[in-house]
């Protein structure tokens, strides 16, 4: 495998972790010490890396989706 070809950003990884635990994007930002729309970029980066929706928003919060993967 070539290694030096994989790229991935581990920042996006981080976003949804904390936007996944804190469960609003204001509140993952604000725990992330970054504006919103940073992280909001940095989710839908990943989620579009992945091919897949990870969040359904309810309001104004942000409910984990179920997400079979087949890699």
């Keep these: 495998m070539n290694w030096k070809s994989i790229k991935f950003e581990w920042n996006n990884t981080r976003a949804f972790l904390v936007t996944a635990e804190e469960g609003t994007l204001s509140a993952a930002a604000k725990a992330l010490v970054l504006t919103q729309p940073t992280l909001s ?23 984990l ?6 890699y």
């Excluded at 989706?65 to 087949?70: D, E, R, S, T």
């Design 41 to 63: 970029r940095q989710v839908a980066a990943l989620e579009a890396e992945m091919s897949v929706t990870l969040f359904e928003r309810v309001g104004q919060r942000l409910v």
């Design 65 to 70: 989706l179920k997400v079979a993967c087949n």
